[in-house]
């Protein structure tokens, strides 16, 4: 999966909850996914929307109601479903599972397997603005998923940001490629 797309894929709280378990095999059904996930039905349905657009879940033909419609991954879907599990399974603790649904925790550790600078996160991450970045980066040193060092090799001396422990699982398991 390229950044771009993990980018678009985690900028719905609920996405990776959604490809996870239907990859573990809970049906795509709206109270199903609902019930499994914790999430409410407006958000849900959000997400079920922004997986459709993304071309990554399909309305299961023949099946539900057209209300209350059942989804299915699609071939493209699988793929995403596969590592939003291992992304998922490499989260153990619940405190960690809610800062995973905020839209830039994966991207930023996806991008921080090695040492990097605020600005070329920045610039992996081309749509995000500072503040955002700023913040998630203080959520995830908070939680302990990224280490700061400061690079004193030049002048004037900058932070280095790396995905550590959790944070590095999760790096991982989002097997960014580079285009």
Request: positive net charge; proline residues 6%; charged residues 25%.
């Amino acid at each position: 999966m390229d950044i771009t797309t993990l980018v678009k894929l985690t900028s719905r709280a609920w996405s990776l909850d959604i490809l996870a378990l239907l990859h573990s095999g809970t049906p795509g059904r709206q109270a199903s996914l609902v019930s499994a996930s914790g999430a409410g039905r407006t958000a849900l349905a959000q997400s079920l929307g922004h997986l459709v657009d993304l071309f990554l879940l399909e309305r299961n033909p023949g099946h539900g109601h057209p209300l209350r419609p059942e989804y299915r991954l699609t071939s493209k879907g699988v793929e995403a479903a596969v590592i939003a599990d291992k992304i998922k399974r490499a989260t153990p603790e619940p405190a960690g599972r809610n800062l995973l649904r905020r839209a830039w925790t994966v991207p930023i550790l996806a991008v921080s397997r090695t040492p990097r600078h605020f600005t070329e996160i920045k610039i992996e991450l081309d749509s995000i603005t500072d503040r955002a970045l700023s913040q998630s980066l203080k959520q995830l040193l908070e939680q302990r998923w990224l280490q700061r060092t400061v690079d004193t090799a030049i002048i004037p001396s900058r932070p280095l940001y790396k995905a550590t422990d959790v944070g590095t699982r999760i790096s991982r398991a989002a097997r960014i490629e580079r285009v």
